[in-house]
């Protein structure tokens, strides 16, 4: 079947694409739309021609599977070019979704119309590629320089209204796009209205280099932002052809490296994460108004999300005190919202109007889901679920925020656990996008549907765990954080190892980010495993002496690093290099020079071996959701890919004598992972 559906209005050629779900510009569509532009120039009696997509968009993207191999003929350039040669106007009428190689598209085009609502964008950079159809030279020929980083550089999108603003559309029409763009086209027989005639408008050189720098921190220097901004102020020297062949090859340089691979590895995780999702085919219960017990750090965190999401909220606490911090804390975020510019007024006075708040547990009784997010105690939960069970609706889900405590046992305490499950929420709640849905021995899958469908609605990753210690995320990062710890022992430093992992991409390095939750977490959590910890394995005391010289991280002024007061970085602290020393010491260790090179590889190698753990005991229940839970809830960079994208790099041959290595280092209590379950889709 064509991608592509021909027919005439009178004079007017109208091209319809044709290529659900999201009209992707394939090779099947590229050629179509060349042999119709073949087509349009070769009749005598067709003077203009419409673009136009079928169903619920324009062409909202290439299709992304195509990037990871050789490109087939024709490349959508070829396709421009045609558009631009053909001596007939033509005009492109948008709705839906205008992006990627669909945007270019356009903006090779005479004239674009669109509806209103529309999106407009060149979401390139995200892929670790830069816009290969001659995006960088045609946007800024309409938009200017400046903008044009700022769109390119960020990957974002616009709507038609702003487009209009911004002269990409020339005009926005609420209904009837398709007449309306006949009668554009009609407009224009006998003009060609191309934008490669046009020069790119002048900017001061301190314009430039204001937007590249913005655009550059933004986008974390990644080379394909570098090259963006490169290939656009070209647009202001070179002749376009120049330009445009030089961004092509750019192009396709990024497109086969290995961080556009890693990038498009992201990009179909995110993608079988929503798409596999079928809970026995239950459909997800309507949620309207939601409780969140405790409005400590992470209730009042979980509210703002639940109102950014349309949810009518109730926040209850048990301590009056308690409850007007957190009730002021979400009144304040607002608050700057609002001044910051980045929300108006009325959108503020809707969302609080849905903001309840009471110390009073009959104010839960119409909640259709309650979340609790009370002190991280199994009595003081057990107590909350008895008040939850005795005041909520009998169909009411019930989800636990905890970070390490069994949601099984949680749900003992209520009369219906099977429809309890774990939400486990990332601080800040309103900014991280991750969130483990958890799944109990007895939870529906009706709750499971619903609580995933509810992440989905808050805006955010659900990544699936089994009830089991640490879930997913929290798991890998205390197997990467002990790891990090036999470093100290052996011969590394705290800034050594945090300096390698952010030179690596992390956000931050473990002991930075140690220091910002607080020592005493942890150190709380191995008191309470001190009884059945076993002592032949390799345990690291420094994190305790730590804590007992009361250095508690950032907010006792002193942790791995020192916070002087009044001082806004950290500092290095010889205080602690001594400790660290002496550890060393009482372990009869030899220190010794551990390099950046190995910092990364054991961390990695750690990582690894953990998700194999987490698939073995399906706890996970796919490898590439634990890329996604480090990257959205972990600071993990997003352009490495993740471990398990890692480990598809290496190859198992290589990846089970890099893990048998580590094992050797790490020393007793170091469990060595089956690695057949990373690799069993590359053998089915
Ligand atoms: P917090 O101490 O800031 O807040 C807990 C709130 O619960 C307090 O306001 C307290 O008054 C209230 N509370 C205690 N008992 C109550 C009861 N019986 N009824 C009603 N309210 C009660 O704690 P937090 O950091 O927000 O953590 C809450 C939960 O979220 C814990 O289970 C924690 O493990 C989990 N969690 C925390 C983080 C984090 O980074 N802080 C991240 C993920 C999950």
Not at 54 to 61: H, Q, R, W
Request: proline share 4%; hydrophobic share 45%.
């Amino acid at each position: 079947m064509s991608k592509i559906k021909i027919h005439h209005a009178a004079e007017v050629m109208v091209i319809t694409v044709d290529n659900p779900p999201i009209n992707a510009g394939s090779t099947e569509v590229r050629q179509g739309l060349l042999d119709a532009i073949h087509l349009l120039e070769s009749n005598i009696d067709l003077k203009a021609a419409v673009i136009i997509g079928s169903g619920n968009t324009f062409i909202a993207g290439s299709d992304i599977k195509e990037f990871s191999q050789p490109l087939a003929d024709p490349h959508l350039p070829l396709v421009i070019e045609a558009i631009e040669n053909c001596s007939k106007p033509v005009v492109c009428a948008l709705h839906g979704a205008a992006l990627g190689g669909g945007f270019e598209l356009a903006l090779g085009c005479d004239a674009r119309i669109a509806l209103e609502g529309t999106i407009l964008g060149l979401p390139e950079v995200t892929l670790g590629i830069i816009p290969g159809a001659g995006g960088t030279q045609r946007l800024p020929r309409l938009v200017g320089v400046e903008k044009s980083i700022e769109l390119i550089c960020s990957g974002s999108r616009i709507k038609a209204d702003v487009a209009l603003e911004l002269g990409i559309v020339s005009e926005v029409v609420k209904t009837e796009l398709l007449t309306h763009a006949i009668t554009l086209a009609r407009s224009m027989i006998g003009v060609k209205n191309r934008i490669r005639d046009r020069s790119t408008p002048a900017v001061l050189a301190e314009m430039v280099a204001a937007a590249s720098k913005k655009a550059l921190k933004a986008g974390k220097n990644r080379p394909q932002v570098q090259r963006a901004i490169e290939m656009i102020c070209n647009s202001l020297k070179l002749p376009i052809d120049e330009a445009l062949a030089i961004e092509r090859e750019v192009f396709q340089g990024l497109r086969t490296s290995v961080e556009a691979k890693a990038l498009r590895h992201q990009f179909f995780s995110e993608r079988k994460l929503f798409k596999a999702l079928g809970f026995n085919d239950a459909k997800p219960q309507t949620l309207n108004q939601i409780a969140v017990i405790g409005a400590g750090t992470m209730g009042s965190g979980i509210a703002m999300a639940c109102l950014n999401a349309g949810y009518a909220v109730i926040l209850l606490d048990q301590n009056e005190v308690a409850l007007a911090n957190g009730v002021k804390r979400v009144e304040q975020f607002y608050e700057s919202r609002l001044h910051g510019g980045k929300m108006h007024q009325e959108t503020v006075l809707e969302l609080l109007g849905r903001f309840l708040h009471s110390s009073n547990w009959n104010a839960i009784a119409s909640a259709d889901l309650v979340i609790e997010a009370v002190f991280e105690d199994i009595a003081v939960k057990h107590q909350v679920f008895k008040e939850i069970d005795d005041h909520a609706k009998e169909d009411a889900l019930l989800a636990s925020n905890t970070s390490y405590l069994d949601i099984d046992a949680i749900a003992a305490a209520s009369k219906n656990p099977s429809r309890v499950f774990g939400l486990h929420f990332f601080s800040p709640a309103q900014v991280m996008k991750l969130i483990e849905v958890v799944r109990c021995k007895a939870t529906s899958s009706i709750a499971m549907a619903t609580g995933f469908s509810f992440a989905k609605r808050l805006g955010k990753m659900p990544i699936i765990s089994a009830n089991s210690f640490g879930f997913i995320g929290n798991r890998i990062y205390a197997a990467y954080r002990r790891q990090c710890e036999y470093m100290l022992e052996e011969g590394a430093y705290p800034e050594q190892i945090d300096k390698a992992l952010e030179d690596y991409g992390f956000a931050m390095g473990p002991f930075a980010v140690a220091d910002l939750s607080g020592l005493d977490i942890a150190w709380g959590m191995r008191k309470s495993q001190a009884a059945t910890r076993n002592p032949e394995h390799r345990y690291v005391s420094i994190p305790d002496a730590l804590c007992l010289a009361n250095r508690l991280g950032r907010k006792t002024g002193a942790g791995y690093y020192l916070y002087a007061e009044g001082a806004k970085e950290k500092s290095t602290d010889p205080i602690v290099h001594e400790m660290i020393d002496a550890a060393s010491k009482a372990k009869g260790l030899q220190r010794r020079t551990v390099t950046p090179e190995e910092i990364v590889k054991r961390v990695l190698l750690t990582m690894i071996n953990e998700v194999a753990h987490l698939l073995s005991e399906n706890v996970a229940r796919e490898a590439s959701d634990c890329d996604i839970a480090l990257v959205n809830g972990y600071g993990f960079p997003r352009w490495q890919g993740g471990p398990t994208f890692i480990a598809s790099e290496m190859g198992q041959a290589l990846l089970d004598q890099g893990l048998r290595e580590l094992a050797i280092l790490s020393g007793p209590g170091f469990v060595l992972a089956n690695t057949d379950v990373l690799f069993k889709n590359s053998r089915d």
